[in-house]
């Protein structure tokens, strides 16, 4: 069987609970480089509502956020992040009718492997190719002659205000290494 379509969501589901807000966490410590200064505030989130609370919080202190996947393909300078960086850790999977859903925060590697135990084929290209599914989305990443995009149905998304918007695959803006969830150009430190 031949995968169809992934539904891709920016988003976590519903959890109730406070945050954990970090100052001055070591953003070496979440990139396969190992490089990078503090982050003013660092923040898990696993869920929708989660989210929208650290977008708030950001917002609330007057300072730029940057959400980060499993970083890969990401390079953090001495100098750190003056604002709030929110890692992704949604972790949704699930497979109904040949059509994948996945979490931003599903590691590639792990929806492939998903995608593999379901006799669902078409993705074994991106096999190695580091992050998570969010990341591989915003990126258009892809390998041997295929991209993502090829795979992907539709993205759910939580955008800066709160509200979540759903993107068909022909209004991803899809690219080469990039669509239209990706930064081009990333917030810089603020001092």
């Not at 200064?37 to 989660?50: D, L």
């Not at 100098?79 to 949604?90: L, P, T």
């Not at 205000?161 to 990039?178: I, L, Q």
Request: glycine letters at 12%.
């Amino acid at each position: 069987m031949f995968l169809n379509h992934i539904y891709l969501c920016e988003y976590v589901k519903l959890v109730v609970m406070a945050l954990e807000i970090k100052e001055n966490e070591i953003l070496a410590n979440h990139s396969t480089f190992r490089i990078g200064g503090p982050a003013r505030y660092f923040v898990a989130v696993k869920s929708k509502e989660e989210l929208a609370k650290a977008i708030a919080f950001a917002k609330s202190k007057e300072l730029p956020f940057f959400v980060l996947g499993g970083g890969s393909n990401v390079l953090f300078g001495d100098d750190g992040f003056n604002g709030v960086v929110i890692i992704s850790q949604i972790s949704n999977l699930k497979s109904k009718n040949c059509n994948v859903v996945a979490g931003s925060g599903v590691l590639l590697a792990k929806l492939i492997n998903f995608s593999i135990e379901n006799d669902l084929t078409g993705l074994e290209w991106g096999m190695g190719i580091p992050g998570t599914v969010g990341g591989a989305v915003a990126g258009n990443c892809g390998a041997y002659g295929h991209s993502i995009s090829e795979f992907v149905k539709s993205v759910t998304v939580l955008d800066e205000n709160g509200n979540v918007k759903n993107y068909p695959a022909k209004e991803c803006g899809f690219v080469y290494r990039g669509s239209r969830f990706k930064k081009r150009n990333p917030p810089r430190r603020a001092d």
